[in-house]
């Protein structure tokens, strides 16, 4: 079956970089574009990233264009979020998720999640 | 920015149909997709391109999408059925967009 596992959160401070790494199995990891998705603390969803299955095209959200790096490496099977220059409104649960066959069909398997708390 | 929006709750008896909204102006060309997501986990996938149940779903939960208003029915609602729904749609750049959320109360 699906299973995505994410990795890499835990405490920074603000202004510090991380990353975050979404391991993934049970399926053909090279033909599905990938999302991540963050949720602060008592809030909504909020979209972050998506990077399409070869890494051609990518898109982020504006709350954090040219802070986050969404990337692949398709022989790992594993998807990235580098997160720099981070602050307080960063911090949230980091899901990583598998996007549905069709393009454009949104995440269809989520993760279970990595905190990422940014404090000093 | 483009958004979506969805009542912050609603409130049904067991047994009856709890219906949630999700206004884009983007949805008549773009799909809907519904998420629940109970307290402490992960999100899952209830309902794809506006219509369609994945498997493992209850056939009670279904989707429809009219114009600017994407709907998620849950059809004799259950005391499990309990949760935060999420919409889910992209705008006319591919970015993905939620709504905000709604809680579903069944008591």
């Known amino acids: 079956q699906v299973q995505l596992v994410e990795s890499g959160g835990g405490v920074v401070q603000p202004g510090r970089s991380l990353r975050l790494s979404c391991a993934a199995s049970g399926f053909t990891f090279n033909n599905y574009g990938m999302h991540w998705v963050r949720q602060a603390p008592g809030k909504g969803l909020e979209w972050v990233a998506i990077?399409?299955?070869?890494?051609?095209?990518?898109k982020y959200a504006d709350s954090v264009k040219g802070r986050f790096t969404i990337s692949r490496d398709n022989s790992m099977n594993t998807v990235y979020l580098q997160m720099s220059s981070l602050s307080a409104e960063d911090t949230a649960v980091y899901y990583c998720?598998?996007?549905?066959?069709?393009?454009?069909?949104?995440?269809?398997?989520w993760g279970q999640g990595s905190l990422v708390t940014v404090s000093s | 920015s483009y958004e979506l929006t969805q009542p912050p709750s609603v409130s049904v008896s067991p047994g009856q149909t709890a219906r949630i909204t999700c206004s884009g102006d983007a949805l008549p060309k773009k799909y809907a997709h519904w998420y629940q997501q109970k307290s402490g986990q992960a999100p899952v996938l209830v309902i794809y391109?506006?219509?369609k149940r994945p498997s493992g779903i209850p056939e009670r939960f279904s989707g429809s999408s009219s114009g600017t208003v994407a709907t998620l029915t849950i059809s004799g609602a259950q005391v499990e059925d309990e949760s935060d729904y999420y919409c889910y749609s992209t705008d006319s750049t591919g970015n993905g967009v939620f709504g905000g959320g709604t809680k579903l109360t069944v008591l």
């Open positions: 998720a598998k996007e549905g066959a069709a393009a454009g069909s949104g995440p269809d398997t």
């Open positions: 990077i399409w299955y070869d890494g051609s095209n990518i």
């Open positions: 391109e506006d219509s």
